[in-house]
């Protein structure tokens, strides 16, 4: 598997865990060093990441993506808490018989890092939380009726997608039509569609972290990590402040926040990003 | 008492509290409509209120500044807490018979501002938070060392009022100068200064504010009030989030950022966050 293949290129490749489950990833980079682990948002499959990100991160960097239980081609049904997700997510890195690893988790993807990261510490050594915030934070009870409204219906639009993962300056717009070019650039082997269920598990998974409970902030003054948190300085899916009030629990962790961004800051800002990634998961 | 009478020309009035103590304030603009006191910042007496702002406020409000106990002119003791300097506060307004105000506070001004529209609704009508934060948030114990350092020794200087009320760009700079010519343009009828005991106190309050007690920020979600929570987008005493988290908290709320401007946002943008004021006071 050399460096120089792309993400659009990879194929999907299964692995049984001890749960029974068979699940669906991609794996490239270099087979050395300590492995990232891309955790996906909402509703999303392996599609869905942008390539040109995994290109950038794969590029000197051991990369896996993959489908959570009971998500597009991985079997099961999808929990509805983040912490069976996370549950989930560990034996999957089990499955691949990986010591430790590095997490990249974005949106609600980032949710179940945050978990696994407290439920199994020795597994992780460095984590990325991708427009995230703290179970319990105020104003997290499910999201602004235009976004939930944008990609939470029953069929999907690339419109609701825009309007969600980007700003409405043309810079952005620009880049989310390159990312949707991108996600629907891969004509063979494509992962399978997310399914209702797993829609209505993972939104009553948000709705349950996001039941207003202050005590449980200070859970994630247990991650001992490194973490980097990062986001768009315009999302409103998952507002910039989270960022904020997760870095002042998490005791070694710092913030940035990408320009003209909204939920798909990373996509929009892929080679940026995948420096900051690499600077940050490189760094002794 | 004509609105062409400027802050700097206003005498210092003494009104007898039912506690004994003899308050300093100082009263401006038309004696109608429901009046707007101000609650003073970390160690500010009646002259640290910028004229411009004052005077922009009382150009069509009954505007009223004060020292609280303790607090420069005023007698007694700074008491410790922001509970007790709300009881004063209460006992101020009180003595001046008046039914309603609304209340604008300033730093640890807002935190004595939260605790009266906590402790006495009935007094309260609306609320301007400027910098402000919720007790018990995370990473609120104690200012940044830079800042208690600029602003908390026993001698002060312009310098370091420069350093924590403004930022280092020109603008912001340009307008510290001013408003450190405004605060010492008084020549006669100067308030006094305040004491090691009162910076003692109410850094004491500060410190006691600020541990963490995640609890705590459930509070706010009684304030019924409609709440104005100002502050400038690159503040490094009280950082610009927690407002985002005061303002999730407080059912009636709404944030304004202002631009290129740290602490002394608001004497900063004088013009156009007194005209924010008057807008906000004024709805129905």
Redesign the interface.
């Known amino acids: 598997m050399g460096a120089s293949l792309k993400y659009l290129d990879v194929e999907t490749s299964t692995v049984q865990g001890a749960n029974g489950v068979r699940y669906a990833y991609r794996r490239m980079g270099p087979q050395t060093g300590r492995p990232l682990v891309l955790l996906q948002h909402f509703r999303g499959n392996l599609d869905n990441w942008d390539p040109e990100l995994v290109d950038a991160l794969a590029a000197s960097r051991d990369v896996i993506a993959f489908d959570n239980v009971g998500v597009a081609a991985s079997t099961g049904v999808t929990p509805a808490t983040f912490e069976q997700m996370a549950g989930d997510a560990i034996t999957f890195i089990e499955a691949l018989e990986l010591d430790t690893v590095d997490l990249l988790g974005f949106s609600i993807g980032s949710f179940v890092a945050q978990e696994v990261a407290l439920t199994r510490p020795s597994l992780v050594a460095k984590v990325v939380l991708a427009s995230t915030a703290p179970q319990g ?3 997290m009870h499910g999201w602004a009726p235009d976004i939930i409204g944008a990609i939470g219906e029953p069929t999907t639009a690339p419109e609701g997608y825009l309007h969600a993962f980007f700003t409405d300056s043309p810079g952005s717009r620009s880049a989310g039509q390159r990312v949707l070019g991108s996600i629907y650039g891969r004509s063979e082997g494509r992962d399978e569609e997310t399914t209702w269920q797993t829609r209505n598990a993972q939104y009553d998974a948000v709705m349950r972290w996001g039941t ?1 409970d ?2 449980m ?2 859970r994630l003054t247990a991650i001992r990590q490194p973490v980097f948190i990062a986001n768009g300085d315009d999302d409103r899916m998952i ?1 910039p ?1 989270y960022s ?2 997760t870095a ?2 998490i005791p070694d962790s710092f913030v940035k926040l990408y320009p003209d961004a909204a939920h798909g800051f990373l996509f929009q800002h892929a080679s940026a990003f995948a420096a900051d990634v690499h600077r940050f998961l490189d760094a002794s």
């Open positions: 934070a105020p104003g207003p202050f005590g902030l200070q507002l402040w904020h009030l002042s629990l």
